[in-house]
């Protein structure tokens, strides 16, 4: 072998694994970065739906208070989000989601309430406090991942 070729595939070489070195950075860092994004994405899903089935429950559950012709279209939606979270949601979630559900079919067969009877019902009780606390724990361990 000539010994100008040493030099040549020397430089070749280092160039070679300069331009790789500098390809796998760049792609780590591409899918760290969707991974970031992807979790986001995720997390930002999850708030949106705990939010609706939140607004959802509450809304259901104050005309279950005040009335007691439950129509099954009225709780289809409630039941819809339910089925969400199946898919996206902690076992913790879901169980607090039904639990709630089957709070509200309760409330609509029990007797009806009267607005004085309200202040009553609100100082003692927070019907969804234990789902927006699975909630919470779920988002709060997604952040720190």
Not at 11 to 22: E, V
Not at 32 to 53: G, I, M, N, P, W
Not at 75 to 89: H, P, Q, W, Y
């Amino acid at each position: 072998m000539d010994m100008f070729y040493i030099p040549a595939l020397a430089s070749f070489s280092g160039s070679a694994s300069g331009t790789l070195a500098s390809i796998v950075t760049g792609w780590v860092t591409q899918r760290r970065k969707d991974r970031v994004r992807h979790s986001l994405r995720a997390t930002c899903q999850r708030e949106q739906l705990y939010t609706t089935f939140i607004e959802e429950a509450s809304r259901l559950y104050a005309d279950a208070l005040m009335s007691d012709k439950s129509e099954i279209s009225k709780l289809v939606d409630l039941f819809a989000l339910v089925g969400r979270m199946k898919i996206l949601s902690s076992d913790e979630v879901i169980e607090a989601a039904e639990k709630a559900g089957r709070l509200i079919v309760e409330t609509y067969l029990s007797p009806n309430r009267s607005f004085a009877d309200l202040p009553e019902l609100l100082g003692g009780m927070d019907p969804f406090r234990e789902f927006s606390d699975a909630c919470r724990r779920e988002l709060q361990a997604a952040d720190r991942r």
